[in-house]
């Protein structure tokens, strides 16, 4: 397969499973949009390793994914530059782990702004051009959280599941227009997002930093393996093939076993 006359957007690519995907999507020839935080420097050279290493152009939109009107900008900017946006790989996302009573009502908000609304915004923007190219692929990173809840996650637990909702209604209204969207849903990878989180739920557990690795993460994968960020890019690259075209509406659990229990 190539994506050579693709551009794809990867919000929150700056690190972990978004990175893992930009590149794989880069690998098969696409234009790159990279997005998210993290110090300039490192952000320039992921970019421009793109460009070297896979011999495709690759830019960077800081826009963050709590402001609808940067994300608005962040799909023109793709447009602009690229002549319009093909992929869009709704990735962005932040963890918060607290009891219901003490959870932070402005960390509530952030969550819900990153993790779900952000994707009502992209693919808002990014409906019009993909309907008139009449070719797209919108792929949610959801979790393993989209179909199941974990204790003190109750913003995260509320985000991911409203992904899917929103994937199934933009799948229908799009389904004659040769673009699909899906949701690809994970069970842990270990990643930066994964590794912030086990302080607060050594905490919110009384567990020592050994107990929540093995007796809460992995503890709900059957497999006792964590998922790697390359094995969900694969997933992700998989989903903008032709073999995947009627493939839309869906959740494709990779998650070790986690919600066949
Ligand atoms: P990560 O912390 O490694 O990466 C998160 C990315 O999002 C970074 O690039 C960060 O800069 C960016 N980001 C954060 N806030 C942003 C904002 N306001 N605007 C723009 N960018 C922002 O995390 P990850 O584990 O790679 O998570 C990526 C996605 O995968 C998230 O949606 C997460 O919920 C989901 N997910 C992760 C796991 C896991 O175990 N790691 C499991 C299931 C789902």
């Given amino acids: 397969m190539t994506l050579k006359s693709k551009t794809a957007v990867v919000t929150g690519s700056t690190s972990g499973i978004g990175l893992a995907i930009a590149r794989a999507l880069a690998k098969e020839g696409a234009s790159i949009v990279l997005n998210g935080f993290g110090p ?13 290493e896979f011999g495709v152009k690759a830019i960077h939109s800081p826009a963050d994914m709590s402001k609808p009107e940067e994300i608005a900008d962040m799909i023109r900017l793709a447009e602009e530059t690229f002549g319009g946006v093909d992929i869009l790989v709704n990735n962005a996302g932040i963890q918060f782990v607290s009891p219901i009573e003490d959870f932070p009502i402005e960390k509530w908000d952030q969550i819900i702004a990153i993790n779900l609304s952000s994707a009502f915004h992209a693919i808002r923007a990014a409906v019009p051009g993909m309907k008139a190219r009449k070719w797209g692929r919108i792929i949610n990173t959801a979790s393993a959280h989209s179909l199941v809840a974990s204790p003190f996650k109750a913003a995260y637990v509320a985000a991911k599941h409203g992904v899917v909702g929103l994937t199934k209604t933009v799948s229908l209204e799009l389904a004659t227009h040769g673009v699909t969207v899906n949701c690809i849903s994970p069970g842990y990878v270990w990643t930066p997002l994964v590794e912030k989180q086990i302080p607060d739920t050594m905490k919110a557990r ?28 694969a997933a992700a690259v998989f989903l903008c093939s032709d073999a995947a075209s009627q493939i839309t509406g869906a959740n494709l659990s990779m998650d070790g076993g986690w919600t066949a229990k």
């Fill in 206 to 233: 009384g567990l020592t930093k050994e107990q929540v690795i093995n007796d809460v993460l992995l503890e709900a994968q059957p497999t006792k393996q964590f998922v790697t960020a390359d094995q969900v890019a």
């Fill in 40 to 52: 300039a420097d490192e952000i320039e050279k992921t970019r421009a390793g793109l460009e070297s």
